[in-house]
């Protein structure tokens, strides 16, 4: 299927991307991630950051490398991404008791009390994001969306 696409897309102006799927795809990328962040930065977060909380809202202690894997992200990245976090007092971070070597991450009480607030954020972006779609069009996004998400995690 990949070949066929691409044997299609040689008849388009090899010297300019903005044509593209792609190139649009990256454009709303951008645009969604900046209205993200602008409607995030209203409660004290920045994009990505609502994602690690969100992942903590359950309740369970998790190690630095399951939240990480949780997140598709890399453990150095996840550590990065922490100090913030538990700077301003929204997780925390202990050794394993059982296994010293691991570090165990825990959303606190004020994590557990911005739930609604960032629920409230994620409801306003996908308002923006999809508001002026029919609910078959949302579905029909939705489904779209679900099948380029997997082309992209298939390796090449």
């Known amino acids: 299927m990949y070949t066929k696409y691409m044997a299609q ?3 388009t102006s090899a010297t300019s ?10 454009q709303l990328a951008r645009s969604h991630r900046k209205l993200a962040d602008s409607l995030l930065s209203e409660i004290g977060l920045h994009v990505g950051q609502e994602m690690l909380l969100n992942a903590l ?3 369970e202690s998790l190690s630095q490398s399951e939240l990480a894997e949780r997140l598709g992200i890399k453990p150095a990245t996840l550590t990065v991404s922490l100090r913030p976090l538990e700077k301003a007092g929204y997780v925390n971070r202990q050794r394993d008791p059982d296994d010293q070597r691991v570090i165990r991450v825990c959303g606190t009480s004020k ?9 409230e954020v994620w409801s306003r972006l996908e308002a ?10 949302r579905a029909t996004l939705d489904r779209l969306l679900r099948k380029v998400s997997n082309s992209l995690q298939t390796p090449v």
């Open 9 to 11: 897309q040689q008849t």
């Open 17 to 26: 991307i903005r044509n593209t799927t792609s190139f649009r795809f990256a």
């Open 57 to 59: 809202w359950e309740g």
């Open 111 to 119: 994590c557990m009390a911005l739930k609604d607030a960032v629920l």
């Open 128 to 137: 923006r994001t999809v508001g002026d779609l029919t609910a078959d069009e």
